[in-house]
């Protein structure tokens, strides 16, 4: 691993090969092919260089993760070790509550299921739609990762919309030059978790596979919270020249959840690990098939195509939000049985196509570099729920007479999209950029309210320019000053348009939310021991949608409300710094200290509005998270300390109310310990995750999974061995 993370050093942005000279004799000497990735890292975390597989990086802050290097609960995605150096990286831990997949979000955005980023997989979209219902339910199981991308918001210009940015989960490849590969990978941990991973890969003549299977278990640290889901992953390359290739994916989750709903405050300080219901389920089966094809036609040009077919689905069995979190889920004394169920459930399918080219051209006596390309979507939606369901406790989605809504949204996008490397010198490169997006939604179908039944007929064409502009000076090889504007925007998707259960509401006027991001930065690696990326960020959020507590006037109960609450500010610091300390003293050491540092500085704040000066909901102020590394050939440990700073859950900035979406989120502390040993072809794999036991948690919820407060998870332990064959 050592070898390649220093071979990450080269300053290519194409994939390329280079000779690692070898010496055999005082006459002879031997060339060792070394596969060059297109960026750049000391320890784990890296950079992109200007482009990468007609891909345009240049002035944008971005960061890949090599999961590979990483001591970290690969086993359950644990998301705060493996993604945790990210600065300014908020994630909603509720795999206590029902999910597998924890939400992320940067800047003070919202974490919930991702919905504020572009979750990709090998380039293309994983969620269900990226405009819709932009909620990431799957993402891959980190042993079958080998890296992470992330670009900021400057990333709307190639890859859409999205404020957060864009995330990019990479599998892993076919082994080089072995016909055939085994891995094998099993954990055993705290509350009942087993986690069984095995990969297959390999090489022949022209031809290269790759594919794995998980499956995993859980009782679940709350009651009534065990899980158990089974991802797998397959890819198929074919090679017939030096210039072309082509390939088919297809990745598939099945799952079982079983929900423990939310708590009151007063609950959780009492004990964070009770259950109020015993008879809430979920299912969200997932399924994407890809095909793509990859030309070079010569040196300087590159062109690719990518289509995408995902079909998948959501089915909910639960005691609904009624009564909020003191509504206890229990046996009617008057009837002798339980109340009916409440089922919904959904049916997601989209197909995207995304063309891109690059080519590299002398411009003066400089080369300059255009990448562009055009995407098309369609999506298709079909949501029903507010079904009564049976008084059962099973998984049983059946129903007794009809929906309380049946609705069918579809969304068409069409989105070309070009930017250009100009160089001026060798050290000062300028990269205007433009994306025109093009929207289409529908609603059909009906709705019950008040007993009235509804039947929407909505149809909505927009229009989205978006300009953005990236800047990057390199005083050093090794290091650059970059800054970057991009604008973007947010669509209302089908989840802001519906409320999905009875006590939250919409509002009918709501707006497309629209703004821009802007960074500047200054990052590097220093030999072998300093990697860097110190920078500002400010972002401005109109018609940003929000959830708010209001009072009906005739019933006099609270309820929540989504609506555009008004416009908001981002703007803060983001640092990310690792120094390893016997690097520093002897560049050839062959052992590894290190301690790094991603801190993060968020004012996040309404500037307009009934709420103009609060702090925009799920915003923690300061995220600081430290780690102490130690390495060897064999050995590898690290030991990170998570701090995430108090948050609220709504615009109100209230500490306490009856509404379970409205309160308080305390700062909380979280450590956590992992370690490896490798030997020739084994691993032994230990750790331990939340060290002190603190009770904490990341999320309050007015429904689903809830309602009320979502616990995290307490002190776990985990130990695992692998195997390479």
């Not at 250009?420 to 433009?434: E, H, L, M, S, V």
């Not at 707006?511 to 300093?530: E, H, I, M, P």
């Not at 790094?596 to 009934?610: D, L, Q, V």
Request: include cysteine; glycine fraction near 10%; aromatic fraction near 14%.
């Amino acid at each position: 691993m050592h070898k390649i993370v220093t071979a990450l050093f080269a300053t290519l942005c194409f994939r390329a090969v280079i000779a690692q000279q070898v010496k055999i004799s005082d006459s002879a000497k031997i060339l060792k092919e070394v596969i060059l990735t297109g960026y750049k890292t000391v320890n784990g975390v890296g950079h992109f260089l200007e482009s990468k597989d007609g891909i345009i990086y240049a002035g944008k802050k971005n960061e890949v993760i090599l999961v590979d290097s990483l001591d970290a609960n690969k086993a359950v995605n644990n998301t705060r070790q493996i993604l945790g150096r990210i600065p300014g990286l908020n994630i909603v831990e509720t795999e206590s509550g029902g999910f597998t997949a924890n939400g992320i979000a940067t800047r003070g955005l919202n974490p919930i299921q991702s919905i504020e980023m572009n979750t990709r997989q090998n380039g293309y979209n994983i969620s269900a739609d990226i405009f819709g219902y932009n909620e990431a339910y799957y993402i891959p199981p980190m042993e079958g990762v080998s890296r992470i991308e992330m670009v900021r918001g400057a990333s709307s210009l190639q890859f859409g919309s999205q404020f957060g940015g864009l995330v990019n989960y990479v599998t892993k490849d076919a082994p080089v030059n072995k016909p055939f590969e085994f891995t094998t990978s099993q954990t055993v941990g705290s509350f009942g978790l087993f986690n069984s991973f095995n990969s297959i890969g390999g090489n022949y003549k022209k031809i290269s596979y790759y594919g794995f299977l998980q499956y995993r278990y859980i009782d679940g640290y709350r009651p009534n919270s065990r899980q158990w889901q089974l991802s797998g992953f397959g890819k198929f390359q074919y090679k017939p020249s030096s210039k072309t290739n082509v390939g088919v994916e297809y990745s598939v989750l099945r799952n079982k959840i079983k929900m423990p709903g939310g708590l009151t405050d007063s609950m959780f300080e009492a004990n964070p690990k009770a259950s109020t219901r015993a008879r809430n389920w979920l299912k969200s089966p997932w399924n994407v098939v890809t095909a793509y094809a990859n030309f070079t036609p010569s040196v300087n040009t590159t062109i690719s195509i990518k289509t995408t077919y995902l079909f998948s689905n959501r089915s909910l069995v639960w005691r609904n939000e009624d009564g909020g979190p003191e509504a206890f889920d229990e046996i009617d004394p008057a009837t002798g049985t339980y109340v009916p169920r409440e089922v919904g459930r959904e049916d997601m399918h989209n197909s995207t196509t995304e063309l891109r080219f690059s080519n590299i051209y002398s411009l003066g006596k400089q080369k300059s570099t255009i990448g562009g390309g055009i995407r098309y979507s369609y999506a298709w939606f079909k949501r029903q729920g507010g079904g009564e369901g049976t008084t059962n406790s099973d998984f049983d989605l059946s129903i007794a007479g009809n929906w309380g809504y049946d609705l069918d949204f579809t969304t068409t996008n069409i989105a070309p999209f070009v930017e250009n490397i100009f160089r001026i010198g060798d050290k000062f490169t300028i990269t205007p950029g433009f994306r025109f997006e093009y929207l289409k939604s529908t609603a059909k179908g009906y709705k019950i309210v008040d007993n009235a039944k509804q039947t929407p007929d909505e149809n909505r064409t927009r229009t989205f320019p978006l300009f953005g502009t990236g800047l990057e000076f390199k005083p050093t090889h090794n290091t650059s000053i970059y800054g970057n504007f991009s604008q973007a925007y947010r669509p209302i998707d089908y989840s802001q348009l519906e409320p999905f259960g009875i006590t939250s509401r919409i509002d009918p006027n709501l707006k497309d939310a629209y703004g821009f991001n802007a960074d500047v930065g200054y990052r590097g690696t220093v030999k072998n021991f300093l990697n860097f990326d110190i920078g500002g960020f400010y972002m401005g959020y109109n018609n940003r949608t929000g959830v708010l507590v209001k009072t009906d006037t005739v019933t006099g109960t609270n309820y929540s409300i989504r609506k555009n609450i008004a416009n908001s500010v981002h703007k803060g610091i983001e640092s990310y710094v690792e120094f390893n300390l016997l690097k520093y003293l002897n560049t050839k050491s062959k052992y590894g200290l290190s301690i790094f540092n991603s801190f993060a500085y968020i004012n996040a704040k309404y500037t307009t509005g009934e709420f103009k000066g609060n702090r925009v909901e799920a915003a923690a102020k300061t995220i600081n998270r430290v780690g102490l590394i130690f390495s060897d050939k064999y050995f590898s440990t690290t030991f990170q300390v998570n701090y995430v700073g108090d948050a609220y859950g709504d615009a109100s900035n209230i500490k306490t109310s009856q509404d379970p979406i409205a309160g308080y989120i305390p700062a909380y502390t979280v450590l956590d310990l992992s370690a490896t040993y490798k030997y020739k072809n084994y691993a032994l794999k230990i750790g331990s995750n939340n060290l002190t036991d603190k009770a904490y948690f990341t999320r309050r919820t007015d429904e689903y999974p809830g309602p009320g407060i979502i616990p995290s998870i307490g002190r776990s332990f985990y130990v695992g061995i692998s195997a390479k064959f």
